[in-house]
């Protein structure tokens, strides 16, 4: 039997680790030690700003790579771009990892600081980036003013869970779906889309509220407000098809430039 003491163990604080959380120092190394340690990992309040790692498939600000590891934080916790970071970087990547939770805390893409780089709307700046991933669930999170997504969740991978979520303001989609089994549910977005749509990307997935390319999707309970889309699904499973697997039900639409379902 584990006690209260075993239990406890298993979480890291970022603080721990020596992040300060003053919106000013870089705290991408010691956030990134505690991520590594592959305990799960809180953050408390505070605004922690970071730098950014690598290029290519490897470019991001934090990557976690630990099956079943929660990274939670607490009311006024933030993770933000610092000022200097290039286009076409996440927050947060999730990376060959299953059963990953993710809630609690506010991530601030600070898409300002890519005001009149054509690269907004664009690459890969975003909140939340899944790779190769199964069964990830994303909740009672606030994401808001990156370039592109909010959330993406890239193929090969299955079962990515969004729930009670506030997307705004950011370039790409609120929730962009590429592998099989998106769930998003009672989740507010407001005002995602236009970069990308302004960018040449016309009323793509990208453009939308919510948007799935495989088609397998339950969408519910959900404010869509100010978006180029409201939810765009593939219509077919592998192009010929027709997919039958979807349940849109229940979401609330408001003020949308083109199309409610497309």
């Not at 009311?75 to 060959?96: E, H, K, M, W, Y």
């Not at 609690?104 to 991933?133: H, M, Q, V």
């Not at 790409?172 to 236009?194: D, K, M, W």
């Not at 765009?232 to 408001?254: K, M, Q, W």
Request: charged share 25%; aromatic share 8%.
């Amino acid at each position: 039997v584990r006690t209260v003491q075993d239990k406890l163990r298993e979480v890291v604080s970022v603080k721990d680790f020596g992040a300060t959380g003053d919106g000013v120092t870089d705290d991408k190394a010691a956030i990134q030690a505690a991520l590594d340690t592959g305990r799960d990992v809180w953050l408390p309040s505070g605004v922690y700003a970071l730098s950014k790692t690598g290029t290519g498939d490897t470019k991001y600000a934090l990557v976690a790579s630990t099956d079943k590891q929660k990274i939670f934080g607490e009311r006024g916790s933030i993770l933000t771009l610092l000022d200097s970071v290039a286009a076409d970087t996440p927050v947060l990547r999730i990376q060959n990892a299953d059963d990953v939770e993710v809630f609690g805390f506010e991530i601030d893409g600070n898409k300002a600081r890519l005001e009149g780089d054509p690269e907004l709307g664009a690459g890969e700046d975003e909140g939340i980036d899944f790779k190769n991933c199964n069964r990830a669930w994303v909740h009672e999170m606030y994401i808001h003013d990156c370039g592109q997504d909010a959330i993406d969740f890239d193929e090969p991978g299955t079962q990515l869970i969004v729930d009670g979520c506030f997307l705004v303001d950011c370039g790409g989609g609120g929730v962009h779906g590429a592998a099989s089994h998106l769930t998003v549910t009672n989740s507010t977005i407001i005002r995602c889309g236009f970069e990308r749509y302004a960018q040449g990307g016309g009323f793509a997935l990208e453009s939308a509220a919510i948007g799935s390319w495989n088609g397998r999707v339950l969408i519910a309970n959900n404010f869509l407000i100010d978006c180029p889309i409201a939810i765009r699904t593939r219509v077919t499973v592998d192009g010929t098809t027709p997919n039958y697997a979807s349940l849109i039900t229940n979401n609330h639409i408001s003020r949308i430039s083109g199309d409610g379902y497309a």
